[in-house]
């Protein structure tokens, strides 16, 4: 099946400082990838989506601001989490569609990446 | 408008015996429905997938699962446990109807036991 890949896997950072993360498709072209976080225990909740060349979509009560999300490219989407804060740890993940399959086709997740803020 | 409901939070069964995972969902389309696997730490695996085809649809590692509309759901099963089967899963429906965003399960964390 497609891959997704997300880098960095693990990332420890100081209160008030920026990190992005990154989220490729590795073997197709992805005009639309989703942003989700999860925190312990607790299932995926979709934080916005990335459409490639366009504004990303946010859900309710994301702040755009503090997420900030670009899709460069058919196959890079990124996730700036700025200054960020110890409630923003938490486990990050990315996944996309591979528009060949069709729109209600399953997306392609990333292994995530785990953000802690000290 | 689309939702779907896991109905239990943990499931805990013996190694060798069978697995049942719950699933009920609603949609106002026909929907397309998943089961996906997390082991900790780790991204979501696609398990298997119904998208309008056979109702019974298998998926990898033994597990398997029947879509039934007039029931709507689509529950989880594998005859035998196995000790690496113990992980989060989480089932996914995709509404149809113009919007592709997926609605996600709470999940079902499931034990196995020797």
């Known amino acids: 099946g497609a891959v997704v890949s997300q880098h960095p896997s693990r990332v420890i950072c100081k209160s008030g400082t920026s990190v992005k993360i990154e989220c490729r498709s590795l073997d197709f072209q992805a005009t639309t990838m989703f942003w989700y976080r999860q925190f312990p225990k607790k299932s995926l909740m979709l934080m916005a989506t990335?459409?490639?060349?366009?504004?990303?979509?946010?859900e309710q009560g994301v702040e755009k601001d503090k997420f900030l999300i670009n899709h460069a490219s058919l196959t890079l989407s990124t996730l700036t989490v700025t200054s960020a804060h110890p409630e923003d740890s938490s486990f990050y993940i990315c996944?996309?569609?591979?528009?060949?399959?069709?729109?209600?086709?399953?997306?392609?997740f990333g292994p995530g990446t785990r953000l802690t803020v000290l | 408008a689309q939702s779907v409901t896991q109905l239990d939070s943990h499931v805990s069964v013996s190694e060798g015996t069978p697995v049942l995972l719950r699933c009920n969902y609603s949609s106002s389309y026909s929907p397309s429905l998943f089961w996906y696997v997390q082991h900790p730490n780790k991204g979501l695996q696609l398990l298997l997938k119904?998208?309008?085809?056979?109702?019974l649809v298998k998926g990898i590692n033994g597990f398997e699962a029947e879509f039934k509309k007039s029931e709507t759901s689509f529950h989880l099963t594998k005859p035998s446990a196995h000790m690496s089967d113990a992980a989060e899963y989480f089932c996914?429906?995709?509404?149809?109807?113009?919007?592709?965003?997926?609605?996600f399960g709470r999940g079902t964390s499931l034990i196995v036991h020797p």
């Open positions: 119904y998208t309008s085809a056979a109702t």
């Open positions: 996914v429906v995709i509404g149809g109807g113009g919007s592709y965003i997926p609605t």
């Open positions: 996944s996309a569609r591979d528009p060949t399959g069709g729109p209600y086709n399953e997306q392609f």
């Open positions: 990335s459409n490639e060349g366009s504004k990303a979509t946010y």
